[in-house]
């Protein structure tokens, strides 16, 4: 109740001034919901939720808050509107992709698997041919793809967990 009263009272500031609007919109984002038997316990959680927010530092930039478990940080990199983070878990590879308007190829031949799947609220395109494992989706105008030789349930979960950061 004390959120919802927060929240309505805000809004008339948040219509009228751009900056108080960005710190609301932080905040409702990090709200954190905990469903319990009897009640739902709800709190304001930090943005610390981000696996490894320094890598992401680009204007409108999207970023998981789970990473599979033994993987860590490796490179970034930027090709013209295209932004990589790689990460890797001994010879196992993650890379995650977020471009603006772009169009991917995949190579479906010998595919094992090709499906759409959804991803948030956003209808994906799931691969995976011989260990490796593509999904692609859109956010906007924002294209985003995940690859690598990680499981395909972890991917997934891993695609599940981009939010926006900036």
């Given at each position: 109740?004390?959120?919802?009263?927060?929240?309505?009272?805000?809004?008339?500031?948040v219509?009228?001034?751009?900056?108080?609007?960005?710190?609301?919109?932080d905040?409702?984002?990090?709200?954190?919901?905990e469903?319990?038997?009897?009640?739902t316990?709800?709190?304001?959680?930090?943005?610390t939720g981000?696996?490894?927010?320094?890598?992401?530092?680009?204007?409108?930039?999207y970023a998981?808050?789970?990473?599979?478990?033994?993987?860590?940080?490796?490179q970034?990199?930027k090709?013209?509107?295209?932004?990589?983070?790689?990460?890797?878990c001994?010879?196992?590879?993650?890379?995650?992709?977020?471009?603006g308007?772009?169009?991917?190829?995949v190579?479906?031949?010998?595919?094992?698997?090709?499906e759409k799947?959804?991803?948030?609220?956003s209808?994906?395109?799931?691969?995976?041919?011989?260990?490796?494992?593509?999904?692609?989706?859109n956010v906007g105008e924002?294209?985003?793809?995940i690859?690598g030789?990680?499981?395909?349930?972890?991917?997934i979960?891993?695609g599940?967990?981009?939010?926006r950061i900036k």
């Amino acid at each position: 109740m004390i959120v919802f009263v927060a929240i309505v009272s805000l809004s008339s500031a948040v219509v009228a001034f751009a900056d108080v609007r960005e710190a609301v919109i932080d905040v409702i984002y990090h709200l954190v919901y905990e469903n319990n038997e009897l009640y739902t316990k709800i709190e304001i959680g930090d943005s610390t939720g981000f696996v490894d927010p320094e890598n992401y530092d680009f204007e409108g930039a999207y970023a998981p808050t789970y990473i599979p478990e033994g993987f860590d940080f490796y490179q970034k990199q930027k090709f013209g509107t295209q932004y990589f983070v790689d990460y890797t878990c001994g010879d196992q590879y993650i890379s995650f992709l977020q471009a603006g308007d772009v169009i991917f190829q995949v190579d479906t031949e010998n595919a094992d698997i090709i499906e759409k799947i959804k991803i948030g609220n956003s209808e994906g395109f799931l691969v995976s041919e011989g260990g490796n494992t593509y999904l692609t989706w859109n956010v906007g105008e924002k294209t985003f793809q995940i690859y690598g030789t990680a499981p395909i349930d972890e991917i997934i979960k891993m695609g599940e967990s981009i939010k926006r950061i900036k």
